[in-house]
Structures are given as structure tokens and as C-alpha cells.
Antibody, heavy 121, light 110 residues
Framework: QVQLVQSGAEVKKPGASVKVSCRSSGYTFTAYYMHWVRQAPGQGPEWMGW???????NYAQKFQGRITMTRDTSISAVYMELSSLTSNDTAVYYCARELIGSSSFGFLDYWGQGSLVTVSS | QSALTQPRSVSGSPGQSVTISCTGTSSDVGDYNYVSWFQHHSGQAPKLMIYDVGKRPSGVPDRFSGSKSGNTASLTISGLQAEDEADYYC??????????FGGGTKLTVL
């Protein structure tokens, strides 16, 4: 069965960086984009960007310059690193897959369980 | 780029129908037929309920339907059930293969 398993909760100090992992199983990793979406407490989701299996990335303008998405196809994993953290980055971070080459966009059919990142001094 | 606008909360009794709106602009909802709706129970991963405005993924009950008029998309849940109580989020293509989400609507089944 399809599974996206994310890394555990993290506590970071302001100014630090965090790297969240998302390991996939149960499907052909190279056939899907991976989106990253975060949700701060009491707020709606916020799209951060996506990475394709070739390593091409598309970041939301808001995060340009401090976000890096990478992938390791040998272990079907993707990573999202966010730098220069502030308290506003406290959120649950999700990975979610989307089929490459479909006629749709926004078909995020499987999501990871979420990784809580807390930024606090 | 501001989030899509959704009502903070809606409610309905079992068996009734409710509609959740999602208002964007001519640069997102109004320009693309790529609106999705997600159901989110606290502590769980979000679940895709509607894509491409009005299409249902396999396994989603036909009680869930979607539509769009101009810059506003809508999710209608008919025959409301207790397990439908959750947060609902819309999303839309916002150009250049980017996504924008709504602020979320809490559905309460009375």
C-alpha cells in the first residue's frame, strides 16, 4: 500500500534550519511529484513547493531563498530544508504526492503523517 | 498572494446538505478548472475529496460534489453524516504550477 512516512518532531531555535524527510513506499517513486504543504496552528494550509524525481523544483515565491527541496531516488525519499527559522515557521509540515503527466493539477492523493516543527528560543 | 476565502464554519444536521464556498480571484479559481477539496480530521493526514472542480477520486462517496462559478468554487455535502465532521480546505492552481489553499472551514454535524 502507498505510504509516505515523515521524520519526527523537531524543536529549533530562531535562526536555525530544519530538514524534514519523507520516505515513500508502495508505488513508483519516479512517477510522482512531491509537494510540501505546511499548516501553522489555527491557520489553513500553505503550499511551499514541489520537487520532481529529476530534482527540478518549483518553490512558492514566499520561501524563495530559504527553502531547498532535494530527493534521493535510491531510497525513494524527498527532503525539505527551511533556513532562517522564526516563530512564524512553527507548523506541521506535510509531504503529498501528485502524479506526473496527468491532465490535472492539485491531485494530492496521498499525504504523509505530518512533522511538527516548533521554533522557540 | 492571499489565501482563498472560505467561511470559518458551517453546520448542519444529519441528513441535511451543506455547501462550503471558496472564493479566489481571476488569477486562480477563476482562471483554472483545477480546484481541489480536502477533508482533514484532526491528527490525521488530509484526504482528497474533489479534484478538477467536480471530480471524485475513487472511494469518495457521491454525497460529495463540487462546482464552480466565476471566482468561487463550492463543495456540497448531501445526506450529512456524523463522520463528515471535519475541517475542509480548498486549493486551486494559481499559475506556473503553483497552488494556493483556502483558510479552511470547520464543519459541525449537529
Amino acid at each position: 500500500q502507498v505510504q509516505l512516512v515523515q521524520s519526527g518532531a523537531e524543536v529549533k531555535k530562531p535562526g536555525a534550519s530544519v530538514k524534514v524527510s519523507c520516505r515513500s513506499s508502495g508505488y513508483t517513486f519516479t512517477a510522482y511529484y512531491m509537494h510540501w504543504v505546511r499548516q501553522a496552528p489555527g491557520q489553513g494550509p500553505e503550499w511551499m513547493g514541489w520537487i520532481n524525481p529529476n530534482g527540478y523544483t518549483n518553490y512558492a515565491q514566499k520561501f524563495q531563498g530559504r527553502i531547498t527541496m532535494t530527493r534521493d531516488t535510491s531510497i525513494s525519499a524527498v527532503y525539505m530544508e527551511l533556513s532562517s527559522l522564526t516563530s512564524n515557521d512553527t507548523a506541521v509540515y506535510y509531504c503529498a504526492r501528485e502524479l506526473i503527466g496527468s491532465s490535472s493539477f492539485g491531485f494530492l492523493d496521498y499525504w504523509g503523517q505530518g512533522s511538527l516543527v516548533t521554533v522557540s528560543s | 498572494q492571499s489565501a482563498l476565502t472560505q467561511p470559518r464554519s458551517v453546520s448542519g444536521s444529519p441528513g441535511q446538505s451543506v455547501t462550503i464556498s471558496c472564493t479566489g480571484t481571476s488569477s486562480d479559481v477563476g482562471d483554472y478548472n483545477y480546484v481541489s477539496w480536502f477533508q482533514h480530521h484532526s491528527g490525521q493526514a488530509p484526504k482528497l475529496m474533489i479534484y478538477d472542480v467536480g471530480k471524485r477520486p475513487s472511494g469518495v462517496p457521491d454525497r460529495f460534489s463540487g462546482s464552480k462559478s466565476g471566482n468561487t468554487a463550492s463543495l456540497t455535502i448531501s445526506g450529512l453524516q456524523a463522520e463528515d465532521e471535519a475541517d475542509y480546505y480548498c486549493s486551486s492552481h494559481a499559475g506556473s504550477y503553483t497552488l494556493i489553499f483556502g483558510g479552511g472551514t470547520k464543519l459541525t454535524v449537529l
